[in-house]
Nanobody, 126 residues
Framework: QVQLVESGGGLVQAGGSLRLSCAASGRAFSGYTMGWFRHAPGKEREFVAL??????????AQSVRGRFTISISRDNAKNTVLLQMNSLKPEDTAVYYCVSTDSSDISIRPERYPYWGQGTQVTVSS
């Protein structure tokens, strides 16, 4: 089994920055994709940023490209995925979820990700 634990959410003013962190532990991956989705009230879940294990392949939602940066680090049995969020806007307000899959297919479809964290709230005030 895989456990994903997020941290780093909070309240920030528009134009500010936050960094989300997700620690993944459990059985080793042979090859995987990790990243972030978000869910705002009244909206569909949407992908934010996804990365291959190596970090060589990444995908960003158009709405965050140029403002958010995803990175993955590996340390022994733990893998950590970071999301640096700059120039935050009120429309970025949502619960952000860390996701992972054993597949190397960097899909933007949430149903392709069997592992989800508990979510962390990001609120951007205007």
């Amino acid at each position: 089994q895989v456990q994903l634990v997020e941290s780093g959410g909070g309240l920030v003013q528009a134009g500010g920055s936050l960094r989300l962190s997700c620690a993944a532990s459990g059985r080793a991956f042979s090859g995987y994709t990790m990243g972030w989705f978000r869910h705002a009230p009244g909206k569909e879940r949407e992908f934010v940023a996804l990365s291959s294990r190596s970090g060589n392949a990444v995908r960003y939602a158009q709405s965050v490209r140029g403002r958010f940066t995803i990175s993955i680090s590996r340390d022994n049995a733990k893998n950590t995925v970071l999301l640096q969020m700059n120039s935050l806007k009120p429309e970025d307000t949502a619960v952000y979820y860390c996701v992972s899959t054993d597949s190397s297919d960097i899909s933007i479809r949430p149903e392709r990700y069997p592992y989800w964290g508990q979510g962390t709230q990001v609120t951007v005030s205007s």
